[in-house]
């Protein structure tokens, strides 16, 4: 997505293209720092953005910042706004965590007005713009609009400049199993993958096809011509196995988001659990770490 689109977001935003005091420039988020007002303010006075549609914060690309900022400093200022307690984060979450977790005492920032919808829609516009959210945070924080604003999904996809087809295909993400939504988020399997497996009614066969994408790095049309091959009942699962290992696999798989394999003999066996990244190897591993 272009900036200049984005640009036009922000102006249906704030309803106008002024500069004045109060208002935000339409591409504040990419205009030269000296073109604005911008203040240093103690980073203990800021608190995080209570509508922020990122959840999830990649340590290796923070750690990528951190050093930037070591070297160059924090070359774009956050946004805020005035709150109770001292000023709440709008956007610029990454390089607020990277300057608070290299000890900084202030940051860079604009402070600015805004409700709590253009706090969001802010927040969100960001995350777009840098492509920092993954596709099931993007379902979450157009849900939150709808719930919380009341905004329609044409109002949205007009702030976002998306088609609003695209806005009800990020939203149908979110009727799937929350374990197969943790494997969007992980990016484990794509939105592609996501969206084909809606075509599936039964959850559990939902689980099971989402478990092949993974294990045998399934296309997204080969996942839609298991979809028509289950719809035409064409499609036979043959897995012969106890039922309570079935479920015990269940309630693992659960647990550890991915695919867990129990292979039992009548005194002993092996538990296989999958990873298909660094990343999900210690969340995984981190995960049996603090087990009880």
Excluded: C
């Amino acid at each position: 997505m272009d900036n200049k689109k984005l640009g036009r977001g922000l102006d249906a935003i704030f309803n106008n293209t002024s500069q004045s005091q109060g208002d935000i420039p339409l591409n504040i988020l990419d205009e030269p720092a000296g073109k604005k007002e911008i203040v240093n303010i103690n980073i203990s006075e800021i608190h995080p953005n209570r509508y922020q549609p990122r959840v999830n914060f990649v340590a290796e690309r923070l750690e990528d910042l951190k050093q930037s900022i070591k070297n160059e400093g924090v070359i774009q200022p956050v946004l805020v706004r005035k709150s109770d307690i001292g000023y709440e984060l709008i956007a610029g979450e990454r390089r607020f965590r990277a300057s608070k977790e290299l000890n900084y005492t202030s940051i860079p920032a604009i402070v600015i007005s805004a409700d709590d919808t253009k706090a969001l829609q802010l927040a969100l516009i960001e995350n777009i713009q840098r492509d920092n959210l993954n596709a099931i945070e993007k379902a979450k924080a157009f849900q939150m609009l709808i719930d919380k604003f009341k905004l329609t999904q044409e109002k949205i996809a007009d702030y976002v400049t998306m088609e609003r087809s695209s806005i009800s295909n990020f939203l149908r993400l979110l009727e799937l199993p929350i374990e197969i939504q943790d494997m969007v988020s992980r990016e484990t399997i794509s939105m592609g993958h996501a969206r084909a497996l809606l075509g599936i009614e039964s959850k559990s066969m939902q689980h099971l096809i989402a478990q092949r994408v993974i294990g045998e790095h399934l296309s997204v049309r080969q996942v839609e011509n298991i979809v028509t091959r289950i719809k035409t009942g064409k499609f036979k699962v043959t897995k012969k196995q106890n039922p309570q290992i079935i479920e015990l696999e269940d309630q693992l798989r659960k647990v550890y988001g991915t695919k867990v394999a129990i292979k039992k003999s009548r005194k002993k066996g092996h538990i296989t659990i999958e990873f298909y990244t660094d990343s999900d190897f210690d969340r995984i591993f981190g995960l049996l770490k603090n087990a009880k």
